[in-house]
């Protein structure tokens, strides 16, 4: 049993790898920004609250200066910390204070906090993205294959014109901040980093309704809903990967002694939007009219397919981290069930 800081313990992919955790038997402080997310988690798990394995951290404002201070101080001390705590959604005004900021200033605050105040932790995990890897001005790419050996070389500049591009610098500049503390300070522990694409599967995390759906999942309720029946919208990004298996790296990151100072990309393989209306098809027949049909123009591969698209190199994932992908199909199905449960 290990002691572990989990921020942003109400996200989508924070939820699944507080999961993985608690039936790993680890000791959980997962960080909330109000009481009533912390009430909400506590009611899944009462249990593992009642016993003394989960208890709770309100950091309302990752972005302040100092926000983890406090936190990162435990009896008994934590060992690990896994930081996935880092908005990702379109719905903002001002990129730099609503997308770099929290990202940065988070990653670095909590680094800075655990080096003054938690000697104790030996190994820290942050939520990073292909979106601090892809190239955007390439484009499809064809033949390139993405690997961690690269960042995405947007620049401050480039990541003030739009919240897509905000999005996709913040999490290169956050990460590329961590290395760089990491570079500079010389803590006590090491960092590893979770490098996802689109995320998709289940939600299990407490939802008001499915209008505040993760980004990435977005797009298959908008399927089932009737959104794409006329046309299906363009994929953009071709690579994708479920939740579960997302979580399940965070926490085989810190277990295991050679994830230390890795990027991982973790990534399960290729797809295209189109491909999400086939399995919904398939498996719920009561969405039939709804969807499109293969005559439906959109949500294709460049023309040419698949051999257009860049491809990947998630081998360090299967090798280091020893994650066995689950499929698409899989993966759609339990997220469309999900959605079902929360009124689909």
Not at 74 to 80: H, I, K, V, Y
Not at 90 to 95: A, E, H, L, P
Not at 105 to 133: C, D, E, N, Q, Y
């Amino acid at each position: 049993m290990t002691r572990v800081l989990l921020t942003g313990g109400s996200g989508f992919i924070a939820a699944h790898t507080l999961d993985v955790l608690l039936k790993r038997g680890h000791s959980v402080v997962t960080t909330v920004r109000t009481q009533q997310k912390a009430d909400r988690i506590k009611a899944d798990y009462k249990t593992e609250t009642e016993k003394g394995q989960l208890s709770f951290s309100i950091v309302p404002d990752i972005a302040q200066e100092g926000a983890f201070d406090k936190t990162v101080i435990s009896d008994p001390p934590f060992e690990a910390v896994l930081h996935t705590a880092s908005p990702f959604h379109f719905n903002i005004t001002d990129v730099q204070k609503d997308l770099l900021d929290p990202a940065i200033i988070g990653t670095t605050g909590i680094l800075s906090s655990i080096k003054k105040s938690a000697p104790s932790v030996k190994r820290v995990v942050i939520t990073s993205s292909f979106a601090a890897i892809v190239n955007p001005k390439t484009g499809n790419n064809p033949g390139h294959e993405y690997s961690e050996a690269e960042f995405n070389p947007v620049t401050h500049e480039e990541a003030l014109q739009d919240a897509a591009s905000g999005y996709r610098a913040s999490k290169t500049f956050a990460e590329k901040a961590a290395w760089e503390f990491v570079e500079k300070e010389k803590p006590n522990f090491s960092v590893s980093t979770i490098n996802p694409p689109f995320v998709f599967g289940p939600i299990i995390h407490a939802l008001d309704s499915l209008d505040s759906l993760n980004t990435s999942n977005q797009r298959i309720l908008a399927a089932a809903q009737g959104g794409w029946k006329d046309e299906i919208a363009a994929t953009g990004t071709y690579v994708w990967v479920d939740v579960r298996d997302v979580a399940e790296a965070h926490v085989n990151a810190f277990e295991k002694p050679d994830a230390a100072g890795k990027r991982f990309f973790v990534v399960a393989g290729h797809f295209r939007n189109r491909d999400i209306a086939t399995v919904i098809g398939k498996n719920f027949p009561e969405y039939k009219d709804k969807l499109p049909t293969d005559s439906t123009p959109g949500g294709d591969y460049p023309e040419g397919g698949l051999k257009e698209v860049y491809t990947f190199n998630n081998k360090r994932s299967i090798d280091i981290l020893g994650l066995k992908y689950r499929s698409f199909e899989e993966s759609i199905v339990d997220s469309v069930k999900s959605f079902q449960r929360k009124g689909l």
